[in-house]
């Protein structure tokens, strides 16, 4: 396997962004579907999707800069460290910060248009399984990204040969995270956690429930039982094994002979909060809504 799908000169465009693009086409495909299934503006949502998804990639990009400090730690020119933040192609987005700034681009239009904020934004419920999965096939393909913890369990993935040369920053002993003393030749060889796959199961499972609950769920149920489980899963099942920093260091283990986790990192942290509020939405969701008359053509 290679990260570069493919190479023209000095110019490459990576898997990672291929396989990310692909997962939010598929979502945005799906969203005017739904869109038209329920009588809602199509065309409104296609316009929502496209600056939600520009917003959503900024965002994404701003909060992991924020979080992921030590990923640009070797650089020390500024305008070089400048071009590593806004370098997307090779991976490195949050997608919580995608999910802060994509919702604002729903609650601009919810001001603007008048339109009802949950009704258009529990349509991309399901896309949002769709993009988590294509952006964590990539960070698989990178090899490198949301690397796991060394760990000692059976499930624990021992990274093949083809790896060998795209995990530099995990054996660079200068990065405050790193797996060095575990490194041969620029290759991890202890078993660590597969974190990269678990972000896979969790979006296919968040894909799963979220279409279920298209079917049975308001849209404002929908919209806050995604956030909230999502927040659950990757807190829990994959951020929980990620050789992440920790924010509250509360408990690590760093050995391959241990079970590999780490309590507490700032995700973890924004989850409780996420999930608190979320909680608190359902329990006080209204009996009754208004309907809402849109301000926009056909």
Same mark, same amino acid.
């Given at each position: 396997?290679?990260?570069?799908?493919?190479?023209?000169?000095?110019?490459?465009?990576?898997?990672?962004?291929?396989? %990310?693009?692909?997962?939010? %086409?598929?979502?945005?495909?799906?969203?005017?579907?739904?869109?038209?299934?329920?009588?809602?503006?199509?065309?409104?949502?296609?316009?929502? &999707? !496209?600056?939600?998804?520009?917003? /959503?990639?900024?965002?994404?990009?701003?909060?992991?800069?924020?979080?992921?400090?030590?990923?640009?730690?070797?650089?020390?020119?500024?305008?070089?460290?400048?071009?590593?933040?806004?370098?997307?192609?090779? /991976?490195?987005?949050?997608?919580?910060?995608?999910?802060?700034?994509?919702?604002?681009?729903?609650?601009?239009? +919810?001001?603007?248009?008048? &339109?009802?904020?949950?009704?258009?934004?529990?349509?991309?419920?399901?896309?949002?399984?769709? /993009?988590?999965? /294509?952006?964590?096939?990539?960070?698989?393909?990178?090899?490198?990204?949301?690397?796991?913890?060394?760990?000692?369990?059976?499930?624990?993935?021992?990274?093949?040969?083809?790896?060998?040369?795209?995990?530099?920053?995990? =054996?660079?002993?200068?990065?405050?995270?790193?797996l060095a003393q575990y490194c041969?030749n620029g290759l991890v060889t202890?078993?660590?956690? !597969?974190?990269?796959?678990?972000?896979?199961?969790?979006?296919?499972?968040?894909?799963?429930?979220?279409?279920?609950?298209?079917?049975?769920?308001?849209?404002y149920q929908v919209f806050y039982?995604?956030?909230?489980?999502?927040?659950?899963?990757?807190?829990?099942?994959?951020?929980?094994?990620?050789?992440?920093?920790?924010?509250?260091?509360?408990?690590?283990?760093?050995?391959?002979?241990?079970?590999?986790?780490?309590?507490?990192?700032?995700? +973890?942290?924004?989850?409780?909060?996420?999930? &608190?509020? =979320?909680?608190?939405?359902?329990?006080?969701?209204?009996?009754? +809504?208004?309907?809402?008359?849109?301000?926009?053509?056909?």
């Amino acid at each position: 396997m290679d990260p570069i799908f493919i190479q023209i000169g000095s110019f490459s465009i990576a898997w990672y962004g291929v396989l %990310m693009m692909a997962g939010i %086409m598929g979502g945005a495909i799906l969203a005017q579907r739904l869109a038209v299934k329920k009588g809602l503006n199509a065309n409104l949502i296609s316009d929502i &999707i !496209f600056w939600a998804v520009i917003w /959503g990639v900024i965002g994404a990009r701003v909060l992991f800069v924020m979080t992921s400090p030590e990923a640009f730690a070797g650089i020390t020119d500024p305008g070089q460290k400048f071009l590593a933040w806004v370098n997307i192609r090779t /991976g490195g987005l949050s997608i919580h910060g995608g999910l802060l700034f994509g919702i604002a681009v729903f609650l601009y239009y +919810q001001w603007r248009y008048k &339109i009802n904020f949950y009704e258009y934004a529990s349509l991309l419920a399901p896309g949002l399984g769709l /993009g988590i999965m /294509g952006g964590r096939l990539g960070n698989i393909m990178n090899g490198s990204d949301t690397v796991g913890r060394p760990t000692n369990l059976p499930i624990g993935f021992v990274w093949p040969d083809w790896a060998k040369g795209f995990h530099n920053a995990m =054996c660079n002993a200068n990065n405050p995270e790193n797996l060095a003393q575990y490194c041969t030749n620029g290759l991890v060889t202890v078993p660590v956690h !597969f974190t990269q796959l678990y972000g896979v199961l969790i979006g296919l499972l968040i894909f799963v429930l979220a279409w279920n609950w298209m079917k049975t769920k308001t849209a404002y149920q929908v919209f806050y039982l995604t956030v909230m489980w999502y927040s659950i899963l990757r807190s829990v099942v994959e951020e929980t094994f990620r050789l992440n920093p920790l924010t509250f260091p509360v408990y690590e283990t760093t050995s391959p002979n241990e079970i590999g986790i780490g309590l507490f990192t700032l995700t +973890q942290v924004a989850s409780v909060v996420l999930v &608190i509020w =979320c909680i608190i939405m359902l329990m006080r969701e209204p009996k009754e +809504q208004k309907p809402v008359k849109e301000q926009v053509r056909a």
